[in-house]
């Protein structure tokens, strides 16, 4: 997730607005690779497909939505954490062989739980508490997918033969890396504002070099498979 466009006019600085367009334009790259080397969605059969069409809507809407046209990101910061849950459940799902079903529906549940509790309590001042849980809640499940798949590996991990990794990787880096800043933006944010957009420069960078590695994931995968 990146922010609106009035924060980012707010805090405007180089850097910001360096990362802010290459996450947005990088987020798009993958689903355009895959259109350009296949034309047919049906040819890239890789789960991680509905994740790329995700993140490709997500810079769209980050873009034209957000920051263009300026509507609220409140309702589409929920909807988005709903989708990464989704997409990213249905690619591990896969990635694992269908296996550890029972992980896979106690996070549902949970997920789903929280996410009901606190839907009635969305708002302006609410949001980011409640977006810090969400992410809290795919962090902790991804990094249990990420640990079961490498073991699944035997922790032997070749990045020519296992492109996968790359995708992992990045989800990693940018769960991991913004966990407490989701956590704790709001009290942030409360405390000191330009603190919070400061911070919320890590978000960027974090979101570019996830969208960089799912790039360099899904050209591998697409170069993996004319070889086969």
Do not use: D
């Not at 034209?64 to 591990?92: C, D, H, P, Q, R």
């Amino acid at each position: 997730m990146l922010i609106c466009k009035k924060f980012h006019t707010m805090y405007m600085s180089p850097i910001y607005t360096f990362f802010f367009y290459t996450a947005i334009i990088s987020g798009l790259i993958p689903l355009l690779l895959i259109f350009i080397k296949n034309s047919k969605f049906n040819k890239f059969k890789n789960p991680i497909l509905p994740y790329i069409v995700l993140v490709f809507i997500a810079s769209l809407y980050e873009y034209f939505g957000s920051y263009i046209l300026e509507i609220n990101t409140v309702a589409w910061f929920m909807i988005y954490k709903v989708g990464a849950f989704g997409t990213l459940s249905y690619y591990f799902y896969h990635l694992l062989n269908k296996k550890f079903k029972v992980i896979f529906i106690a996070f549902t549940i949970l997920f789903t739980v929280i996410f009901f509790i606190n839907l009635p309590k969305v708002s302006n001042e609410t949001f980011l508490n409640i977006n810090g849980f969400l992410n809290a809640i795919i962090t902790v499940f991804i990094i249990i997918c990420a640990i079961l798949w490498f073991k699944q590996l035997q922790w032997k991990i070749n990045l020519n033969s296992h492109p996968n990794s790359y995708i992992i990787f990045g989800l990693l880096l940018v769960y991991c890396g913004t966990l407490f800043l989701h956590l704790f933006g709001y009290s942030i944010y409360l405390i000191n504002k330009e603190l919070f957009f400061t911070a919320w420069i890590l978000n960027l960078f974090l979101n570019l070099i996830n969208r960089l590695l799912l790039t360099f994931g899904t050209w591998k995968i697409l170069k993996s498979h004319y070889k086969n």
